[in-house]
């Protein structure tokens, strides 16, 4: 069964950076679609930012454009998340996910692989 690990999640300071990771075993082949949601108390899971299989097409929710950068290492079967210029409002758990299509991240419900999640915290 497909699995994906996240990692790096933590405490950072306002202004501050942390990279995600995810590692993903037992099935995903690097031709799937990874990315990553977040969902705060309160909220419901937002989507954060997706890169296609080779790499050549990434998309962000409007709130991380220019904050976040998404990357993949098919060798290694991992995606990634950087982060950058933190706020209180990227407090949440970051969930990493899979799927095969593109066009099914528009709601959580519609992914197929999820991680369990890290906790992002942010310090003002």
């Known amino acids: 069964q497909v699995q994906l690990v996240e990692s790096g999640g933590g405490l950072a300071q306002a202004g501050g950076s942390l990279r995600l990771s995810c590692a993903a075993s037992?099935?995903?082949?690097?031709?799937?679609?990874m990315g990553w949601f977040r969902q705060a108390p309160g909220k419901e899971r937002e989507f954060v930012a997706r890169?296609?299989?080779?790499?050549?097409?990434?998309y962000y929710a409007d709130s991380v454009k220019g904050r976040f950068i998404i990357s993949r290492d098919n060798a290694k079967n991992a995606v990634y998340l950087q982060m950058n210029s933190l706020n209180d409002e990227d407090a949440a758990v970051y969930y990493c996910?899979?799927?095969?299509?593109?066009?099914?991240?528009?709601?959580?419900?519609?992914?197929?692989?999820w991680g369990k999640g890290t906790l992002v915290t942010v310090a003002s």
């Open positions: 890169i296609t299989w080779r790499g050549e097409n990434t």
């Open positions: 037992g099935g995903i082949f690097s031709r799937y679609v």
């Open positions: 996910a899979a799927d095969r299509n593109d066009y099914t991240w528009g709601h959580a419900s519609m992914i197929n692989y």
